[in-house]
């Protein structure tokens, strides 16, 4: 640990910590000594020559940023002499810089050039020559453009797309005075640059400026700015949102405050746009004669209210349903299972974690009592070994994989398990490439080399293991027969890849795992992660820091929909429903009748649809949820929702779900709102109205309690977003101790059972939260798939997203900034098979499957196997799941959305 020390600053005394950086140091201590290359997230550089300072004992002048201070160390940041420096330094660089200012950026060179009288010509020694250099504008990137000219060559865009964003697509071109910024060998859009604009936020001359809203954006008339949690995925990236005319006019990472620090990814930093789309809904709409037509308030809610009472008084209350959302707040979220527990009567609730990692949180539940990410994100940075499975993470969750990528540096071991290629493939030490719907042979294959090679931790397993060594001895005798040949042969993973990456996992000090949809996604999605815990169990690798099992989360808020109740098992806090005990302490809260909360489990979202298509469930309520793309088998969802008497879609957008409705209702986005969203690592966040919503939009709460006040339900009198969460607070405990007022900077990790406590930023560490408090081993055997390939269906199909969209895409597509990096659906298909079948890469083709077809374009890759396609799932043009199948994992009740045989062929 760094000794505490003292040091002097322009005789200042300053308390600090032996080795910190001098320059951080004056900045802390509020002594502003002039710097341009130095950035507290980056190395420093010492290229601006700005932060010179004197040292007693030290000849000549030393740049304050590559000084590590020591005790009694005593500094002269200014005087005569280094403030005549400075301006000298300023004045050289002056001369090769493009001056003009169009006031759309922060120029903290321009900043310093007025601070030392440099804007006046008269002022300067040196000719500008900048015109005479010809520098040319890189303006190839859909999002950002380049200027040489108003370049300092600082280092800052190169050291953040490398240091932090770990990418390394930046460097310098041609030498001396000519010398300039290139991203790859030369064009921005013909390089690997993937438009996250970290080197945007880092430059401080405006060199490199952000394209959207470029001719708008004027500094001066910024009218405030806004902290705010960014709606797509689970990282929770903090958000920094500058307001100008009542619109978002700018989108940054929010520095100093975690999980991002300042990073974002592409859709973060350039996918905002969507909210003042000019495509929004404004108005309530009713169907009349299969048209939608406008309508009021007042008689739309009245309408919603009488469909959905004559419902539940002609069929009872489990005749209706309700779909919640990932994309929306807390607070709208615990109001709406509220709503459809109080006032519809029943536990039919349900949303789109079930198609994404109800079998991880199933798994995860029944093994170590709790089904969260049980590690904080930036433990993806410092944990000795990851163990990355199912999970396209630099992709899916970017800021997280630059925790990875960072960690990597620093000597991690990292290992990836995915039948696709992925890009954090090119970071790994080994590569584990199984068939589709091999996963669990290939842990049981590694178990079995950890327990042949003893690697096991038996003082964990006697300790915290439930039956000790007895259910390790069930786990061995299962596993014997999954030998590294016979691994190989069912998952065609090489025998020696198994051992290595058995012995890499088992001997770390410390290992994570991070599991995602490619693992959940299967009628053995349950099993899958039992396997995972299985292993991570007998090796010791959780109940200590840096340590676990974690599953980022696919959206904004699908860890807090579940924690505050949206599940047709449990309420808030994960407290089942079939506990009397539990419901008659939900109802006291809820001040109602213990008697009129259902104690029977609800339906599942897939269960749902079924029970619409037997014409069991006649009504359903859809809050921010889009089933026509993200249900399985949608051309079995498409006749459920045709056979049902009234639904109701409240959202943002028109939708592929919307046409099917009776009602639509236009609803507030996130940036219209105030609220909490959940994250990946369990953190609370705040989220913070920003703008108005368009026209009549309403916040999503405050619609569900008008419909329940016209069905004759009082469900609360809230004034405002923060009192509903201080219900939340008093019905979830493990979110007790957490408020507005103690997120208000930075959000804090549940469980959180008290006002004093600090959240938790690593699970169990003392004991799981089963009833023993024991972690259980869960032994399962490999089953081959009933879905196989076959001469009539010869491909395997599997299916994710990608980087520039966002599931349904209903947002990201809304953004020209990230349609221009990618807007066509297409398939992927292995070369060998391309040349087998007599396809042509780039050409249209038809794939069928037995649940349906689609068009989409074909291309030819080495990210999949031979025999095996992928297809993203976010073009509604194309969609991926009128192929799929709508088979259940019979313990979570997901569906196998990754393995679906199909066929491929030309289009004429």
């Not at 060998?832 to 780039?842: L, Q, S």
Request: glycine residues 8%; charged residues 25%; aromatic residues 8%.
């Amino acid at each position: 640990m760094p000794k505490n020390i003292s040091i002097s600053i322009d005789g200042k005394q300053i308390a600090t910590l032996e080795g910190a950086n001098l320059l951080q140091v004056a900045k802390d201590n509020g002594i502003n000594i002039p710097s341009l290359c130095y950035h507290k997230k980056l190395t420093p550089t010492g290229a601006c020559r700005l932060c010179v300072t004197k040292i007693k004992g030290q000849k000549g002048l030393l740049m304050s940023c590559t000084v590590s201070v020591t005790d009694g160390m005593e500094i002269i940041a200014f005087d005569n002499e280094i403030e005549e420096t400075r301006k000298h330094t300023l004045d050289y660089l002056l001369a090769e810089h493009n001056d003009i200012h169009d006031g759309t950026y922060k120029d903290e060179f321009r900043d310093l050039v007025i601070q030392y009288g440099l804007d006046k010509p008269e002022n300067r020694k040196y000719p500008n020559i900048s015109k005479a250099l010809a520098y040319k504008i890189d303006d190839t990137s859909p999002v950002l453009s380049y200027d040489a000219s108003k370049c300092i060559k600082c280092f800052r865009c190169i050291k953040g797309c490398d240091e932090v964003q770990g990418k390394n697509v930046l460097s310098f071109s041609e030498r001396g005075i000519t010398s300039h910024i290139i991203a790859g060998f030369d064009k921005w859009n013909e390089s690997e640059c993937d438009g996250c604009g970290e080197c945007v936020q880092l430059c401080p001359t405006g060199a490199l400026v952000e394209k959207p809203h470029r001719k708008e954006i004027k500094i001066e008339k910024v009218e405030k700015n806004v902290i705010t949690t960014c709606p797509y995925c689970g990282v929770g990236c903090q958000l920094d949102l500058s307001i100008q005319d009542g619109k978002i006019v700018r989108s940054e990472g929010a520095e100093g405050i975690l999980p991002n620090d300042g990073r974002l990814c592409v859709k973060g930093r350039f996918g905002i746009d969507y909210v003042q789309s000019p495509e929004r809904l404004t108005k309530p709409l009713i169907k009349k004669n299969d048209k939608f037509v406008e309508a009021e308030w007042d008689e739309t809610l009245d309408l919603i209210a009488s469909k959905f009472s004559e419902i539940k008084g002609k069929y009872g209350n489990d005749a209706l349903a309700g779909y919640a959302s990932a994309k929306c707040t807390n607070e709208d979220n615990y109001l709406f299972q509220k709503f459809i527990r109080v006032v519809f009567g029943t536990n039919n609730i349900d949303y789109c974690t079930r198609l994404c990692h109800a079998s991880t949180v199933t798994a995860m539940l029944k093994s170590i009592g709790d089904g969260a990410g049980t590690n904080s994100i930036e433990d993806f940075e410092t944990t000795d070994c990851l163990f990355v499975t199912g999970n396209n993470i630099i992709e899916t969750h970017p800021v997280t994989a630059t925790y990875v990528k960072q960690g990597k540096k620093n000597g991690q071991k990292l290992i990836v398990c995915d039948p696709k290629w992925t890009p954090m493939v090119k970071y790994a030490d080994i590569w584990l490439q199984p068939r589709l719907g091999a996963d669990v042979a290939l842990l049981n294959g590694m178990i079995h080399v950890i327990i042949k090679e003893d690697l096991i931790d038996r003082d964990f397993i006697e300790k915290r293991v439930d039956r000790g060594f007895e259910a390790f001895n069930e786990l061995k005798q299962l596993t014997e027969k999954y030998t590294p040949e016979k691994t190989e042969e069912i998952t065609s993973v090489p025998k020696e890849k198994i051992i290595t990456a058995a012995r890499m996992y088992a001997n770390a000090k410390t290992a994570m795992i991070a599991t995602g949809m490619g693992l959940s996604q299967q009628v053995t999605g349950t099993n899958n992660v039992f396997s995972l815990i299985n292993m991570m169990m007998i090796t010791g690798q959780i109940g200590k820091e840096r340590a676990g099992i974690d599953p980022p989360r696919g959206q904004n808020n699908v860890q807090g929909a579940t924690d505050v109740g949206c599940s047709p098992i449990v309420y808030p806090g994960y407290i089942p429903i079939t506990n009397n005990e539990n419901r008659k302490r939900v109802a006291k809260i809820w001040n109602v009748d213990y008697e009129s909360l259902s104690g029977k489990p609800g339906l599942t979202t897939v269960e749902i649809m079924h029970a619409a298509y037997d014409e069991k469930v006649k009504g359903l309520f859809i809050m921010g949820e889009n089933p026509m793309v993200t249900d399985p088998n949608l051309n079995h969802t498409e006749k459920a929702l045709k056979k049902m008497d009234f639904i109701v879609v409240q959202d943002i957008f028109h939708t592929e779900t919307t046409p099917y409705a009776d009602v639509i209702l236009p609803a507030a986005s996130f940036a219209e709102k105030d609220g909490t969203f959940v994250n990946s690592d369990r953190r609370v966040l705040r989220v913070r109205k920003a703008v108005e919503s368009p026209g009549e939009a309403r916040e999503d709460w405050k619609i569900i309690l008008s419909i329940a006040e016209r069905m004759g339900v009082n469900i609360g009198n809230y004034k405002n977003a923060s009192e509903i969460f201080d219900e939340i607070a008093l019905a979830t405990p493990i979110m007790s101790g957490i408020s507005y007022d103690r997120i208000d900077h930075q959000g804090i990790q549940w469980p959180c059972p008290t006002k004093d406590h600090p959240g938790t930023s690593t699970l169990f560490l003392d004991k799981f939260n089963t009833p023993n408090g024991k972690g259980i081993l869960n032994p399962v055997e490999h089953v081959s798939q009933k879905e196989k390939a076959s001469k009539e269906y010869p491909f395997i199909l599997n299916s994710g997203r990608i980087l520039y969209h966002y599931h349904s895409a209903t947002m990201s597509r809304k953004n020209k900034s990230l349609t221009d990096f990618a807007n066509e659906s297409y398939v992927l298909m292995n070369h060998g098979d391309v040349v087998k079948f007599g396809f042509i890469d780039g050409t249209k083709v038809k794939v069928t499957s037995k649940q349906g077809e689609l068009q989409t374009t074909l291309k030819s890759s080495d990210q999949v196997a031979e025999g095996e396609l992928f297809m993203p799932w976010h073009f509604s043009e194309s969609p991926v799941n009128r192929l799929t199948r709508s088979d259940l994992d019979p313990f979570s009740k997901i569906a196998a959305f990754k393995l679906t045989a199909c066929k491929v062929e030309k289009l004429l």
